[in-house]
Every structure is written in C-alpha cells, then in structure tokens.
C-alpha cells in the first residue's frame, strides 16, 4: 500500500493506459512486474518500481533517525513497532526500516508534547531563594510567557526543563540593588525615614575607689569599725601531774590541777567557758555622689526625614535640639552644634540638615566637651519606599 501510493504520488497528471500487473514473490521485498504502466509521458516498469520503494524506505528511515535525535525511543514489542519519549527508559532495538508512516506521523506530533508526569530533574540547580519554592514534583509544558521552576518545553530538538534559577538569579540582583540604592536610570527613588529621638542624660564620670578623696562623681571615704569577739570554748580539766626537775628546790613541780582552755590556755578554778576576748578592726568605705546630676537632662534631641521636591530625588534629614534642665552645663567645640557621620564614622556635614541620596544609616551627634553625657547621639535608617518615573 505504501508503494502504491508513493507511486501514485510519483505520477505525473494524466490518464493510464494500463494498470500494473505487480505480484509479491516469495521474498516480500522484491517486486516482479509482468508488464509495464504507460502513461502519456513516461513508461514503468518493474526495475523503476523497486527504486520508488527504496527511495521511500530510505525517507522514512531519514524520518525516523531524526526523531532519534529528538528524543524518541522505538521499541519492538510482540504487536509490532511503538514509540515512547521518556527520558528515563534506552532506546530499543527496533528495525527503523520497518516503521510506519502511521508511527512516525504519530511519533512526529509526540515531539512536541511535554511528557506527562515527568519528574522534575536536580531542582538543587536553583538558585535557593528565601521566600522562593524550592522543589517542584512534576514538569507541566510551559506557556509563551512561562518557562520557570517546574515548567518543560520541546525547542530546537531538546527537551528544556525550567528550573528557575534565571528568574531566582534576577530575583536576588533586584532585591540587592534595591538594598543598595541602584535605581535604573528612568526611575527616581522615594525615601522613607522614620524618626528617632532621645534624650541626653547625664552619666556618672570615675569610679569608686578605695582611696579618700574625690574620684568623678563620687567621693570616697571610709570608718574603722571595732568588733569585740569573745572565745565562749569549753574549758578542759587538767589533772595534776608531778614533774622532777633537779634544778628546782624540791627537785620537782606540780603541774595541772585546775581548769584551762585548749585555744587561749588560763588558768580557771571551775568548768565554764573561755572569757578571752579579741578586738577585730574592720574598715569600711563609703562612696557618695557628690555631683548632683542624678536626674539631669541636658537635652532631647530628634531626627526625621522631610522629603524634597522629585526633581532631584533626594531627602532632607533635620535634627532639633529641645533644651533641658541641664542645658546651660553643656560645653561646645565649636559653633557647629551638630555633626552628622555614616555608618563608617565619617563625617558627611554639620548643622541641623543634611540632604542625602542613598539609603544607609546616618547619624547625628551633639559636638560636646562633656564626658558625662548619654545617648548623646541619634541615628536614623533611610530607606527606599517607592520609585516614580523620572522626567
């Protein structure tokens, strides 16, 4: 059938003069005529039939050996030739000159499916987002505007799997230029700062010292404190002993014979208690505040952020100090009040405002002699909000 009809196919237009006469030999593969085909322009006979067939075999051999390059596995099965694209299986030890037109049409339109269920493969290769799924059960075919985690499509002979990482990768370069203030050109940033006050106390200078005098805020002094301390033992009974001593008149001594404690020795008529007493000297030192600040306030300085006109894409930071009770103690530098300083410590302006054009952290400092002083720096976090269009 396939013959015929590539023959038919072959044919020029016009009308036959006579149909072959063809019959299949005991060799199904070579063709006997026992006539010839005439037609207004041409004559066919039997040696022109056998190169239509090989010339048809060898394009659907061509047309299956293309399929193999696109991921099509034939297999030969007892009921005949089938095909398959699952990645996970070999390929099979099919004859490919004896596929057919059939299978080969079906497996052409094969190629372009996304095979269902098919399993997502090293979703480890993503890019690990936080925030971002991480796993993905099954492949699902993509969409014109999708091929992300998860999603498959057939292009230029290959099966490609999304796995996200592009979309991950863009992700993360957004969210770090975001955090560093990296704007494409045609957008402005809008900042955001939320304000911060404190209040600048005062705090005790020196330490404590086991030296009279004053020492910062405190004033050292100390008492001698005596502590009589009686022994209260139990008295032992020594009974009396005779020792010889040739040097003495009576050649001897009577020793012991009375009551005496073990600690302090004595001599006692009768069992009781020791009465030695001992006289401890203990020094203590007081330490007093003398500086009369415990609840001094010099100042309550905050920070805001005021947002300037779009055009030039900036904020402006203003601190204000409020004065207070303690104020008029306060000794300045200099004529500049306040020092403004980045996150590194350096110095970016003086004054109550500064305008900056980045986020960051920025703080600003009461420029002081004094060491007592507490909190006596604010700081406030700039952020980007939002972003509008440039002009």
């Not at 396939?2 to 020029?12: C, K, S």
């Not at 809008?190 to 006050?197: R, Y």
């Not at 002081?368 to 509008?388: H, T, W």
Request: charged share 20%; with cysteine.
């Amino acid at each position: 059938m396939a013959v015929a009809a590539a023959l038919m196919m072959a044919l020029p237009a016009g009308s036959m003069v006579s149909m072959p006469v063809v019959r299949a030999a005991d060799n199904a593969d070579m063709l006997h005529s026992k006539g010839v085909i005439r037609c207004e322009q041409a004559v066919l006979d039997a040696a022109d039939l056998q190169d239509l067939y090989a010339y048809v075999t060898q394009r659907r051999r061509m047309t299956a050996d293309v399929l193999l390059q696109l991921g099509t596995k034939f297999r030969q099965q007892s009921g005949g030739i089938i095909c398959d694209r699952n990645p996970d299986t070999g390929q099979g030890d099919a004859d490919l000159s004896q596929v057919s037109w059939t299978l080969l049409t079906q497996a052409v339109a094969d190629s372009q499916k996304v095979p269902d269920g098919l399993s997502v493969l090293n979703p480890e290769n993503a890019l690990p987002i936080e925030g971002v799924e991480q796993h993905t059960d099954h492949y699902v075919p993509a969409v014109a505007d999708n091929l992300s985690r998860g999603k498959a499509v057939w292009t230029d002979g290959k099966l490609v799997l999304g796995n996200g990482a592009d979309n991950d990768r863009a992700y993360q370069k957004g969210n770090d230029d975001g955090n560093n203030g990296h704007v494409p050109d045609f957008l402005r940033p809008l900042f955001s700062v939320q304000e911060t006050a404190v209040e600048v106390r005062h705090v005790h200078v020196g330490e404590p010292e086991e030296a009279e005098g004053v020492s910062g805020c405190y004033e050292n002094s100390k008492e001698s404190k005596k502590q009589y301390v009686v022994c209260g033992g139990g008295l032992q009974w020594m009974p009396p002993i005779w020792l010889e001593n040739p040097e003495e008149p009576e050649g001897g001594s009577w020793h012991g014979g009375y009551y005496t404690c073990p600690y302090h020795d004595g001599i006692y008529e009768s069992a009781g208690t020791c009465t030695h007493e001992d006289v401890v000297v203990t020094v203590v030192w007081q330490h007093d505040l003398v500086c009369g600040l415990e609840e001094a306030v010099y100042a309550r300085m905050s920070v805001r952020g005021t947002d300037t006109d779009l055009t030039d894409g900036a904020i402006r930071l203003e601190a204000v100090i409020e004065e207070g009770a303690a104020y008029g103690q306060l000794l300045w530098q200099g004529e500049d009040l306040l020092v403004w300083t980045d996150e590194a410590g350096n110095v970016l302006g003086t004054g109550p405002e500064l305008t900056v054009q980045a986020p960051g952290i920025y703080r600003c400092g009461m420029n002081v002699q004094n060491e007592d002083l507490d909190n006596r720096e604010a700081g406030v976090s700039v952020k980007v909000s939002g972003l509008v269009l440039g002009n």
